[in-house]
């Protein structure tokens, strides 16, 4: 196959569950990168086709002479770890740092090829090919270094105990992949399911946005003991009724926040027009983790509470 194409993706599962025609691996929190190996160079692509291979120049040569000649296509994650843990804010940082180069960046933030695919080797194709065999062949082809890892795989039976140690070590998840599959690039793929630990918390609405041409969402505060904070902004979860409501509904005010807080987001695209309102209703929400801002990632609105604001308590 020409390289770029759009890798294999996942499709989401509720929990996770014990079964042995599948395999688990822990679900690494970066950004997913497609490597091509040939003739003593290495490219590489995001998920949506963008050429990033400036970016990791410490995979370069070392990559390339671990594998060897002929032509080798690659599937992972690129992380940065803090503390052994990837930091999904850090490999954003790194992108900045690279974008021009800031060396000293570079190498305080060093990026790390979690690899949990091969999709070609010495030139043979191998998307057809089990995914056990991919596996082996892997593990076979790449040795561990500073810069690379190849990610571990554990039983289907295991899911439950993986997904709870995960969740113990503060990670994003698990993924299951059935034992047997192909990979289908471009597909979202039942064959691998993502399953990733979600938390909940009350928040204070504190205003929303009225852009032009797209839904609005709500901007959400917590209290770190008597002083409001802004926590981000959540679209995911509202529909256009219940911001209609909430606009007939809450009463205006100037800002809540000691300071106003900036409101861009690099997922969530340029906010619009604000509406402040004043700090009377909590809400139910459901995020992922909290970034190194202090910021909810991936929030979604579960619902209203009944609950003062001052429940509402964040980091």
Not at 27 to 47: F, I, P, Q, Y
Not at 83 to 110: C, N
Not at 142 to 163: E, R
Request: charged share 25%; with cysteine.
């Amino acid at each position: 196959m020409e390289l770029p194409f759009e890798p294999m993706l996942l499709e989401r599962a509720p929990r996770p569950f014990a079964d042995g025609r599948w395999l688990y691996q822990v679900k690494w929190d970066g950004v997913r990168n497609l490597a091509l190996v040939e003739d003593g160079r290495v490219r590489h692509w995001s998920r949506r086709l963008r050429d990033r291979t400036a970016l990791y120049p410490e995979l370069a040569g070392g990559l390339a002479a671990a594998l060897g000649p002929g032509r080798t296509v690659l599937d992972g994650e690129i992380v940065v770890l803090k503390d052994g843990k990837p930091s999904f804010g850090a490999v954003l940082e790194r992108d900045v740092a690279a974008r021009p180069p800031d060396q000293r960046k570079l190498q305080a933030l060093p990026a790390v090829f979690m690899v949990f695919d091969l999709l070609e080797h010495g030139g043979e194709e191998l998307y057809r090919r089990p995914m056990e065999e991919r596996l082996e062949r892997l593990r076979s082809a790449l040795a561990p270094a500073d810069h690379w890892q190849v990610i571990a795989s554990f039983p289907g039976d295991s899911g439950p105990d993986l997904f709870k140690a995960t969740g113990e070590a503060s990670m994003e998840g698990v993924v299951a992949k059935r034992l047997g599959s192909g990979y289908a690039p471009g597909t979202r793929s039942q064959d691998w399911l993502k399953i990733k630990h979600r938390r909940r918390m009350l928040a204070v609405i504190c205003g929303y946005t009225v852009p032009v041409g797209r839904p609005g969402g709500l901007l959400l505060g917590a209290y770190r003991g008597d002083r409001l904070r802004y926590i981000g902004r959540v679209g995911s979860g509202i529909t256009g009724e219940t911001l209609a409501l909430l606009k007939a509904n809450l009463p205006t005010g100037p800002c809540p926040f000691h300071r106003e807080p900036n409101l861009q987001d690099r997922f969530a695209g340029p906010p619009g027009p604000v509406v402040w309102t004043r700090p009377v209703l909590t809400v139910q929400v459901e995020y992922s983790e909290w970034t190194e801002a202090e910021k909810l990632r991936d929030p979604v609105l579960v619902g209203f509470s009944t609950e003062p604001p001052e429940s509402a308590q964040g980091p």
